[in-house]
């Protein structure tokens, strides 16, 4: 896989690693799936240049916390003496509890041995999933409970052995400096999916997150300098399974359209499909170096004029790169659930990306379009996508 995703460094994996706990309350692999265990693996992975993630919930494990016999590793106190008021401790009802009293220092103490379990197998990466403030769904946001606690403890201890805290979902950007201080990366929206049983995901569902995006645009939390970057979930371009692509997506406009708004705004890139099975037209947009250096520059995108994707069918996004070049992205987000719309005419002007005078590069087209100054115009279908790098003059 390194060969056919050279720059992609974790393999993560969902939430069917586990299904139970140790002497000591903390999240255990399956042995059916892994009867070597995970440090076999994540060595093995290394030498391929990857690193492992696993999924885990924010709390204290419910069915560990409700046996009698589970003690905090190197203490004699009882897991279940921490949450005696056995409250909710993720948006997953019935999964983990929150402590009664987090100045407890057993609560830490348990957080500190599960980050030393994963450190001992390797684990690079946790998707801590059912966070809050937020959750829920698109509709009825903010059904997690509070977790901001779990998390700061968890940060603790996960940060001590350099593992990457990705927290989901939905949450709620009026907490973005929290979650700057507790994460890596924060999932903005629902899943992606579509749950269908032919297709993983849809245009419009893509296109949604343009706008749950412009509300972070602003925060002042994210990026490099704060080590917290959007994460608008999975990449799903391209998913092919039995030979048939399954990803769910209108057409080739809307699939360059996916992936370079997530390169935009560097969010949190995660491909949802098997990169062995990926055809190699979509392989060269994943591994295209001027897509790679927008995306891996940690900077996150602002939009011109209005971000609402669907008030505003003339997208344009822009950021500065650290090399003083600026990436222009321009969108069409005529998409709606069952149909593609009309073309628009999309229009920005340098002086509303900071510049007077640049040469402008088709990314997409890998052509050269001259020197420009004042507005630059360009016609896109429904759905399509236009990325120009600007060299100033």
């Given at each position: 896989m390194k060969t056919k995703m050279p720059q992609y460094q974790y393999i993560n994996m969902d939430s069917g690693w586990c299904e139970t706990y140790d002497e000591y309350g903390r999240w255990v692999y399956r042995k059916d799936l892994f009867p070597d265990g995970l440090a076999s693996l994540t060595s093995a992975m290394a030498e391929n240049g990857h690193k492992l993630g696993l999924y885990i919930l924010p709390g204290i494990r419910k069915d560990a916390?409700?046996?009698?016999?589970?003690?905090?590793?190197?203490t004699n106190r009882r897991l279940g003496d921490l949450c005696q008021e056995k409250?909710?401790?993720?948006?997953?009802?019935?999964?983990?509890?929150?402590?009664?009293?987090?100045?407890?220092?057993?609560?830490?103490?348990?957080?500190?041995?599960q980050a030393e379990l994963f450190a001992?197998?390797?684990?690079?990466?946790?998707?801590?999933?059912?966070?809050?403030p937020g959750g829920g769904g698109e509709w009825q946001p903010g059904g997690s409970p509070d977790t901001r606690r779990d998390l700061e403890l968890m940060h603790k201890a996960f940060s001590k052995h350099n593992i990457w805290m990705e927290l989901s979902w939905y949450l709620d950007v009026a907490y973005a400096k929290d979650w700057a201080a507790t994460g890596n990366g924060v999932r903005i929206f629902i899943d992606i999916e579509s749950y269908s049983k032919k297709t993983m995901t849809s245009a419009h569902r893509v296109f949604k997150r343009i706008s749950y995006a412009a509300e972070w645009a602003n925060c002042g939390y994210l990026g490099a300098e704060h080590g917290l970057y959007i994460d608008m979930d999975v990449v799903t371009v391209g998913m092919t399974v039995d030979g048939e692509?399954?990803?769910?997506?209108?057409?080739?406009d809307v699939r360059l359209s996916y992936i370079t708004f997530w390169a935009l705004t560097s969010s949190v890139f995660c491909l949802g499909a098997d990169p062995r099975k990926i055809p190699d037209t979509y392989l060269h947009w994943y591994n295209h170096p001027d897509m790679l250096v927008v995306h891996q520059c940690g900077i996150m995108a602002h939009p011109v004029g209005s971000g609402d994707a669907w008030k505003n069918r003339r997208q344009v996004w822009w950021?500065?790169?650290?090399?003083?070049?600026?990436?222009?992205?321009?969108f069409n987000t005529s998409v709606f659930p069952k149909f593609l719309g009309r073309h628009y005419d999309v229009t920005f002007d340098l002086k509303d990306v900071g510049l007077?005078?640049?040469?402008?590069?088709?990314?997409?087209?890998?052509?050269?379009?001259?020197?420009?100054?004042?507005?630059?115009?360009?016609n896109l279908r429904p759905g399509q996508c236009q990325l120009l790098i600007l060299s100033p003059e």
């Open positions: 916390a409700d046996d009698d016999k589970v003690l905090i590793k190197g409250k909710d401790g993720n948006g997953f009802t019935g999964t983990t509890y929150q402590a009664d009293d987090y100045n407890d220092p057993m609560v830490l103490q348990y957080y500190e041995s001992e197998w390797g684990i690079s990466f946790v998707k801590i999933d059912g966070c809050g692509c399954i990803d769910g997506l209108a057409n080739d950021k500065k790169l650290p090399d003083g070049r600026v990436a222009v992205g321009l007077h005078k640049a040469k402008i590069k088709d990314v997409w087209a890998g052509m050269n379009l001259g020197s420009h100054k004042g507005p630059f115009t360009t």
